[in-house]
Structures are given as C-alpha cells and as structure tokens.
C-alpha cells in the first residue's frame, strides 16, 4: 500500500469550498476507509485500475477502472480495494458548501458510481494542481475551478449516457443484494425492461451476465470477510447468501480454485 497524498487540513477554516487533500492511491487488500455521518467530507476519486466497493448508509456499490465515485458528507460509509484486483485512484477530499451545491445543480447528488473514463486528465489536473502550493489559499482558487469543471463534465456525461445508466442501475441493484439472489425477473422489473434486454445490455456494459456478475461479488465479499473477520465459513456463507455452508463451499473452491478454509490460512 503506497499513497502520493498532499494534505492541507485546516482544522478550523470554513468557507465554500475547503481543499483537505489530494493525492494518488497504490492500493493493496488493506486498503479501508471508513467515515460516519459527522464527516463533513466530500470524496471524489478516480479509479485508474483495479476494481473496489463503496458501502454509503448500507447500500453497496463497485467502481472499476474508467469510473468515478463519489461519497457525500454526513454519511456512514466505508469504502475498500478489492484484494485480487486492488484499486489504483486519484483523489481528492473537499468540504464546504460549493460541493454539494454544484452535485445538486448538474443532477449527481445522490448518485454514487459514473463511468466516466474521459474525466481521468482532470482528475490528474486537480492532483497536480494541488501539489502546485504549500499553502492552502495557494490552490483553492484554481482547485474551486477545476472541481466545478469535473462536476460539469459529469453532469453532461451522465446525462449522455442513458443506456449506461440503466446498466449501473441493475449493477447497483446486484451490489445491494450480495446476501441474496436476484432474478433476471426482478432486474427486468427495476429498469421496466424486458429479461434478454437486460441480459444483452449488462454483457455489453460490463463483459459479464448479470448472474455472472453478482456469483463474482459474493465470493470477493466472502473472500473479504475469510481475511478480516473471525466469521466461521457457515457465517461467511449466509452473509453471502448461501443457505447451504458446503454448497457454498463448494461454489468458493469452483470460483477461487481452494476451499474457504484453506484460503483463510492462506494456503
């Protein structure tokens, strides 16, 4: 785990908008950030490669490589790398009341993960413009300018892309649904579309089927909950969704080519 991070934390400035940080992020497995509500932090990240899960007041998301996300303040959130596949991003932390302001004028305040691979030079932009100064008021004017044009650019692709954003719909229907199952049915129901439409448009999104997808998140969330928690597999198991503990081992060994108990140690 290594992080390029320039950090300005004022501890008492206020104002519209409040630069905290930036930086770049060489995720590994422990990579973990978790914030409550009393958080007045805004986070916009990057995600130059690797894959990641961002949990906002218990609803679940993922962004991978091309995608930004973004937590809002005053929310219960953790957000962590995926261990096989880790998270590599450029972000920056802000707060103030410039950020939510601009989120609600272009339409992303409540909206959490964008595929948005155009937007990486700004992103990189940002960061470098943060790294320009040793002092806050140094950066704020150009940094204030520079996030009003990344929330813009969004905002247009956002509202561009209307197929993409029925397919994150349904992958934001699977990642809050990892201790369940969901039928193509119900899918089909969430976007009022029909079963092969769905089917089709997930493939084309995001290279997988949708039941494809949701059996590859339950086992990087069982192999999450093998290394960092002391749940027994039979636990693991029906945090994921499987009522059967040898069935679900058995679609663990299948998946990750060992058993629960022999990935836990790590064998």
């Known amino acids: 785990m290594y992080e390029e991070i320039k950090a300005f934390l004022p501890p008492d400035r206020e104002g519209p908008l409040v630069l905290e940080m930036s930086g770049i992020s060489y995720c590994d497995g422990s990579y973990r950030i978790a914030r409550t509500r009393q958080s007045r932090t805004c986070v916009m990240e990057y995600v130059v ?26 929310t219960d ?21 410039l950020p939510k302001a601009l989120l609600k004028a272009y339409g992303l305040w ?16 940002f960061y470098r413009i943060a790294q320009s100064g040793q002092l806050h008021d140094e950066v704020i004017a150009p ?6 044009e990344i929330v813009a650019r969004l905002g247009a692709l956002a509202a561009d892309t209307v ?12 990642d809050s649904r990892l201790d369940g199952d969901v039928t193509t049915e119900e899918l089909a129901a969430t976007i009022h579309r029909s079963k092969d439409y ?11 089927t949708p039941h494809a997808y949701l059996l590859r998140r339950k086992m990087e969330m069982a192999q999450g909950l093998l290394t960092d928690t002391h749940l027994s597999v039979a636990q693991v198991a029906a945090a994921v969704g499987y009522d059967d503990p040898h069935y679900f081992s058995n679609a663990f060994k299948k998946h990750t080519g060992v058993s629960p108990a022999r990935f836990r140690k790590g064998i």
């Open 49 to 74: 490669k690797g894959r990641g899960t961002i949990a906002i007041d218990g609803n679940i998301y993922t962004a991978s490589a091309g995608d930004v996300y973004i937590v809002p303040p005053e």
């Open 110 to 125: 409540g909206r959490v993960v964008f595929p948005a691979r155009e937007l990486m030079p700004l992103f990189l932009q």
């Open 163 to 174: 197929v993409s954003g029925e397919a994150y719909c349904l992958k934001n229907c699977l």
């Open 77 to 97: 959130h953790t957000y962590y790398s995926s261990a096989d596949d880790p998270w590599i991003k450029i972000f920056f932390n802000v707060r103030g009341t």
């Open 143 to 148: 940094c204030t300018l520079k996030l009003h």
């Open 198 to 208: 769905v089917t089709k448009l997930f493939r084309r999104e995001f290279g997988e």
